[in-house]
């Protein structure tokens, strides 16, 4: 098809150009409309050979007018990245770039990013932001908390910045200040034993000369900072995560169905009980046991976790009575440094489940024994949800190590 154009529009886009704009597109050779159709073209016509120039028939090519210019044959993107110009925002990683959004917004001093993680995997990659001479920091979407990007490197398209996202997990990347001196462009564990699914080593702290990493798992790992100079550190205090195996208790709220209580030799998911109760229970079950914590895992300089594991859907974990927090997605994960002790703990997990597992069982009750009164009746696709805490429940030793 031959690029058609009003006559208005090409006079407007000439004014721009004029004033030092570029355009691309190819050369119109035709206006809509019937009106004073010939007239009116021949302008069109006149017009066009001052912006495309007599080029403007070739397939590819660039004319100069006042202060701007009119290409043609090349994309937006193809352009711009003749011109030095790069993507706002992209991911270097090509494997995760699709697993990577984003929005932009700039303000009179921070430029904004808002990265959102789309898979439902854990995501770790760096994110690659055109934004030069400002120091990067991350905002929490989810407890408004904010820290520096301790991870990060200046590079000629901008500014690099290491993401670590949970499964559909988002941050916003603020760009604000000066970029702080020295810094840590990357850090990565060398491969070797690992003792299990452990989160990757991180930077908690910088100073002058020296960087603490938080590690998971021992082995060399490698540090690298702003210019390029790469050191090794060795981790070996680092104990191997302990899994929660054995007997649990969990107790029901028997005015919805389930028993007061039952025992569950490993954890399992509550629609997978022989007991009708227990597999169509809706509400808040909670969990208990013995915690033991090793003396030496409270030692100075390390972080002690519960990781839950798999939970469906909801839990709030307890230490010695004090909660150590609700955690509602992935990674189902808390901090109990300050609230265990050496030796036994009593451990309390309240799980909270989806109320569709009350509703699929009252289906199959007669009206006078059902638990729940609702005009909204199951349909196709109704079907009881996993339940409960499945687990592993494991603990988990982090070991803050610095590097001079």
């Not at 790069?86 to 990265?115: K, M, N, Q, W």
């Not at 789309?118 to 929490?140: E, I, K, M, N, Y």
């Not at 200046?154 to 559909?168: I, N, Q, Y």
């Not at 927090?325 to 030796?343: E, I, M, N, Q």
Request: proline fraction near 8%.
């Amino acid at each position: 098809d031959q690029p058609h154009m009003p006559l208005e529009v090409l006079a407007k886009l000439e004014q721009f150009v004029r004033q030092g704009a570029t355009i691309l597109g190819p050369k119109p050779v035709d206006i809509p409309g019937l009106q004073d159709h010939g007239e009116r073209l021949a302008k069109l016509h006149r017009l066009a050979e001052v912006l495309w120039g007599s080029g403007g028939d070739s397939a590819a090519g660039e004319n100069r007018h006042g202060k701007g210019r009119v290409v043609w044959g090349v994309t937006a993107r193809q352009w711009l990245a003749k011109e030095g110009v790069g993507p706002d925002f992209s991911c270097p990683d090509a494997g995760r770039a699709p697993d990577l959004d984003f929005i932009h917004r700039r303000t009179d001093d921070a430029e904004i990013y808002f990265v959102r993680n789309r898979s439902t995997q854990p995501l770790r990659a760096d994110g690659l932001f055109r934004v030069h001479g400002r120091s990067p920091g991350f905002w929490d979407p989810v407890d408004g908390g904010i820290e520096p990007a301790l991870v990060s490197k200046a590079v000629g398209e901008g500014t690099r910045v290491h993401l670590d996202l949970p499964p559909g997990g988002s941050v916003f990347v603020v760009f604000s200040g000066l970029p702080a001196a020295g810094g840590v462009a990357s850090v990565s564990r060398i491969s070797g034993p690992n003792g299990g699914s452990v989160p990757a080593a991180t930077v908690v702290k910088t100073e002058a000369s020296s960087a603490t990493i938080r590690c998971w798992q021992n082995g060399p790992h490698v540090l690298e900072d702003a210019r390029g100079q790469r050191r090794t550190i060795e981790v070996d205090q680092v104990p191997a995560p302990r899994v929660l195996a054995g007997e649990w208790t969990v107790v029901f709220d028997p005015e919805w169905g389930a028993p007061a209580e039952i025992k569950l030799p490993e954890l399992m998911s509550w629609t997978g009980h022989a007991d009708e109760g227990v597999r169509h229970y809706s509400g808040t079950g909670t969990y208990t046991r013995t915690l033991e914590v090793p003396a030496e895992w409270l030692a100075a300089g390390r972080r002690v976790f519960l990781d839950l594991g798999e939970v469906r859907e909801v839990a709030e974990v307890f230490v010695n009575g004090r909660s150590a927090g609700v955690l509602w997605k992935p990674p189902f994960r808390a901090d109990v440094t300050a609230l265990a002790r050496p030796g036994g703990n009593e451990l309390k997990i309240e799980v909270m489940n989806l109320w569709i597992n009350r509703l699929v069982g009252d289906q199959e009750l007669p009206p006078e024994k059902r638990f729940t009164r609702t005009n909204i009746r199951g349909g196709q696709g109704w079907e009881i949800q996993p339940a409960g805490l499945l687990g592993p429940v494991r603990l988990l030793v982090a070991q803050d190590v610095v590097s001079e």
